[in-house]
């Protein structure tokens, strides 16, 4: 089992920046491509970004493409999300994820273990 806790969600403006995390617990954190995603109200969840098991591979969606960055450090079994000019449409939970594999994929139902998500919310 993996346990993966995030943190860093708030309310901002648009314009602003703001850095998620993702501790995780359990099995080895580096064993595991990790993904970020987010859901906003009425919507289905959606693929933000990932990385691959050692950081060398991310993948992004073209909506934060250019704006969002993931990053992972698997000595302290975290990863990260750097959101930077943030707009309304960005508003959402936001979720990690860890699945096995090396093919990097971008659909919810490929990751086997999620957090329990941290709210997103800019203003215009």
């Known amino acids: 089992q993996v346990q993966l806790v995030e943190s860093g969600g708030g309310l901002v403006q648009a314009g602003d920046s703001l850095r998620l995390s993702c501790a995780s617990s359990?099995?080895?954190?580096?064993?595991?491509?990790m993904g970020w995603f987010r859901q906003a109200p009425g919507k289905e969840r959606e693929f933000v970004a990932a990385?691959?098991?050692?950081?060398?591979?991310?993948y992004y969606a073209d909506s934060v493409k250019g704006r969002f960055i993931i990053s992972r450090d698997n000595a302290k079994n975290t990863v990260s999300l750097q959101m930077n000019s943030l707009k309304p449409e960005d508003t959402a939970v936001y979720y990690c994820a860890a699945a096995g594999g090396v093919v990097i994929t971008i659909t919810p139902r490929t990751y086997d273990y999620w957090g329990q998500g941290t709210q997103v919310t800019v203003s215009s």
């Open positions: 359990g099995r080895t954190f580096s064993n595991y491509r």
């Open positions: 990385i691959s098991q050692s950081g060398g591979n991310t």
